[in-house]
């Protein structure tokens, strides 16, 4: 992950932090980590390399992404570096994931240089207040740590068939 400066680290590679925030990322010139919690998917994930995103609109078009690190919950040490080095991160683990991610975060908190920012991207009610009464409770400092409220939905219409 050294040699990825500016990396974004995304906490679940589900539908979101794949198909939507990697792409995002990945066009500003970001790196991608993603921590995955399914240690098969996560191994699946790592050992293709590399995935594409399709996008259908007035016009079809699909997106590979690549490269990307995967990091699974077994990958302790690699998470703390991750979290110590990143950018900002973002949540994309479901609402009822929220209370695992402080575990996810505890240790790379307290050796990064500077705040971290934390987009909570669940359609959950309050999630960045779930995160972050979650935080607290794990006893890491709010002055470290940033739980941001995001609303991430993909616009998905029927597409008539000829």
């Not at 594409?52 to 079809?60: D, M």
């Not at 992404?65 to 077994?74: C, E, G, K, Q």
């Not at 006893?139 to 000829?162: F, N, Q, Y």
């Amino acid at each position: 992950m050294a040699d990825a400066p500016g990396f974004i680290l995304i906490i679940g590679a589900g539908c979101i932090g794949r198909g939507l925030l990697a792409p995002l990322a990945a066009a500003a010139g970001h790196g991608i980590v993603f921590v995955e919690a399914n240690l098969a998917f996560a191994a699946a994930l790592r050992c293709a390399g590399r995935y594409s995103v399709r996008s259908v609109g007035l016009t079809t078009f699909e997106t590979e992404i690549t490269p990307f690190v995967v990091l699974d919950a077994t990958d302790g040490n690699a998470i703390h570096h991750a979290v110590r080095d990143c950018r900002f991160a973002a949540t994309c683990v479901g609402g009822a994931n929220l209370p695992h991610v402080p575990a996810v975060l505890a240790s790379g908190l307290s050796q990064r240089a500077t705040p971290l920012n934390v987009l909570v991207c669940e359609n959950w009610p309050d999630g960045a207040g779930v995160l972050s009464r979650e935080l607290a409770v794990g006893g890491i400092p709010s002055t470290g740590v940033s739980a941001i409220p995001c609303s991430v939905e993909r616009m998905v219409k029927s597409v008539p068939h000829s």
